[in-house]
């Protein structure tokens, strides 16, 4: 599995956009980047994933870059209850690939 | 997304006994869940893989006779931590791969909180 790399801590202000960065300069072609979430004391929760375009949904957009090799996870209304620690892992998709956490980033959102 | 429950949240046991803990997908089929485990301040480390009518897949290091799993069905996997011991205290995680609808996710469980005294 490509391995990721991410930063360990991140403050973001109260309703403004919060943007996760993600290296993942390994990747390979059929490797998909996909973000979960872990709120203290709480099960992973997923947020979003991609291969090479763009994604958005309810809860966030992902932007990958052209060559692949890093990520952009967006909040773009950061709430409070966005507090949580931020995890980024490429997998293979269609093989029975297990979910590899590293260490995560932790979001923090100041009033 | 797709519901994964897991009961209990929380249990407390002597040393000695075994804990058995349920994973349930809700609203889809999952032929392979997967069992965490996460200390605090740790992130999840995995434990095994478990697929629908066949044995389980564990990971280097875990003791596939101490932490026994079942998936008799498509929605239900069971972890059986077996004479439990204080080191066995964590947060136990489960998550049941979703394959429907041209989608392939992982969605975890709340997890399940065991304390051995």
């Known amino acids: 599995d490509a391995k990721t790399t991410q930063p360990t801590s991140m403050d973001c202000a109260e309703g403004r956009a919060a943007n996760l960065p993600c290296n993942h300069s390994?990747?390979?072609?059929?490797?998909?980047v996909y973000w979960y979430r872990q709120i203290h004391s709480q099960g992973p929760q997923y947020i979003i994933h991609g291969l090479k375009n763009n994604e958005t949904n309810e809860m966030a957009s992902l932007i990958i870059t052209e060559d692949r090799k890093s990520s952009t996870l967006i909040l773009p209304h950061a709430t409070l209850r966005d507090t949580a620690v931020y995890y980024c892992?490429?997998?293979?998709?269609?093989?029975?690939?297990?979910?590899?956490f590293g260490t995560g980033t932790r979001l923090t959102i100041i009033p | 997304g797709a519901v994964v429950s897991q009961h209990p949240s929380w249990v407390i046991c002597k040393s000695g006994t075994s804990v058995k803990i349920e994973c349930r997908s809700l609203d889809f089929q999952a032929t392979t869940m997967f069992w965490y485990r996460q200390f605090p301040k740790q992130s999840l480390m995995l434990m095994a893989t478990s697929n629908e009518g066949s044995k389980a897949t564990y990971e280097q290091g875990v003791e596939k006779d101490k932490f026994l799993i079942n998936h008799a069905s498509l929605t239900l996997s069971t972890l059986t931590v077996t004479s439990a011991h204080p080191e066995d205290s964590s947060f136990y995680i489960c998550?049941?791969?979703?394959?429907?609808?041209?989608?392939?996710?992982?969605?975890f469980g709340p997890g399940t909180r065991l304390t051995v005294l």
């Open positions: 998550s049941a791969r979703d394959r429907s609808g041209g989608v392939d996710t992982q969605y």
């Open positions: 892992i490429v997998r293979v998709s269609y093989l029975n690939e297990k979910l590899t």
């Open positions: 390994t990747i390979s072609g059929n490797e998909y």
